[in-house]
């Protein structure tokens, strides 16, 4: 099966930044796209930044021109969330979430989830 790993929360000062990692591996696939989400305590689950495999990528509202999502063509199943910046209100666990396409006796659509990654951001 498939397995995605994150890596890199941790506690920060606001103002600062944080780069977060999530490896994707198992079964052999491609990506259709590759998410973050975030869920802060109390809250739901929110979409914080998209990128489909073509490159196009969305953002929520409320970390446009902070987040970057990105990934390396040396690190193809790797997708990062470069976060500078940084606020309070951006403490959360994040989850790295993959859109993939088994391939195994043809293409199987699969989603999956990552464990999360605690981001605490202090005032």
């Known amino acids: 099966q498939v397995q995605l790993v994150e890596s890199g929360g941790g506690l920060v000062q606001a103002g600062g930044t944080l780069t977060l990692s999530c490896v994707v591996s198992?079964?052999?696939?491609?990506?259709?796209?590759m998410s973050w989400y975030r869920q802060a305590p109390g809250k739901e689950r929110e979409l914080v930044a998209r990128?489909?495999?073509?490159?196009?990528?969305?953002y929520a509202d409320s970390v446009k021109g902070r987040f970057i999502i990105s990934r390396k063509n040396a690190k193809p199943n790797t997708v990062f969330l470069e976060m500078y910046s940084l606020k309070p209100e951006d403490t959360a666990v994040y989850y790295c979430n993959a859109d993939l396409l088994l391939i195994t006796n043809g293409e199987t659509s699969f989603n999956t989830w990552g464990q999360g990654t605690q981001v605490t951001v202090s005032s």
């Open positions: 198992g079964s052999p696939f491609r990506i259709n796209a």
């Open positions: 990128m489909t495999s073509g490159g196009s990528t969305n």
